[in-house]
């Protein structure tokens, strides 16, 4: 088993975290991680917010929760807020290849962000469920920017590594031949 798939194996989503303040260099060490994900064309279409002093960290928490999810997000120590940002793809590309792979670039790259993380010592979980609007306007983040995605971060606290359900790979594997 190589050292990436015991990461990938240790990485779970963390909803239970310890009162500690994630260091800021963990923080860029996650982000220099997601920056190395590919990107189509090398657009890298994202931009991350970083809650992370008490004030900041409350205000996310609670605009990260919703009526019957996320309820768990006041334990977390740090927010990323991830915004979709504009792709310049070249103008060169035929116009049949201008699709718009901005959720994908982003979802490789907190995938790297998130193994960063596990290899760090922290946990993290992707919050698809928040109040766009009010995150926004708290951080003032320009209005025509879209949060794609936030991930809520911090120690976890405990270090047991929950047993991975998943499909046999015969359901995801079909060989062309």
């Given at each position: ?19 500690k303040?994630?260091?800021?260099e963990?923080?860029?060490?996650c982000?220099?991680a ?39 997000v ?34 490789l ?11 760090l ?6 919050l ?36 991975k ?13």
């Amino acid at each position: 088993m190589t050292e990436l798939i015991k990461i990938m194996n240790r990485r779970q989503s963390c909803r239970k975290f310890l009162e500690k303040r994630v260091e800021d260099e963990k923080i860029v060490a996650c982000v220099n991680a997601a920056s190395l994900a590919p990107s189509a064309c090398n657009t890298q279409p994202y931009h991350f917010y970083v809650a992370n002093t008490p004030e900041t960290v409350a205000t996310a928490a609670e605009y990260c929760k919703g009526d019957s999810v996320n309820k768990w997000v006041n334990g977390a120590a740090a927010f990323v807020l991830v915004t979709q940002e504009h792709a310049n793809m070249p103008a060169t590309l035929p116009e049949a290849s201008r699709r718009d792979f901005r959720q994908y670039d982003i979802g490789l790259a907190l995938e790297n962000f998130c193994l960063e993380a596990t290899e760090l010592g922290l946990g993290t979980c992707i919050l698809g469920c928040f109040n766009e609007e009010k995150l926004k306007s708290s951080f003032r983040i320009p209005s025509p920017k879209k949060i794609a995605l936030v991930i809520a971060m911090g120690y976890p606290e405990s270090e047991e590594v929950r047993p991975k359900k998943r499909r046999a790979l015969e359901e995801s594997i079909t060989y062309l031949r």
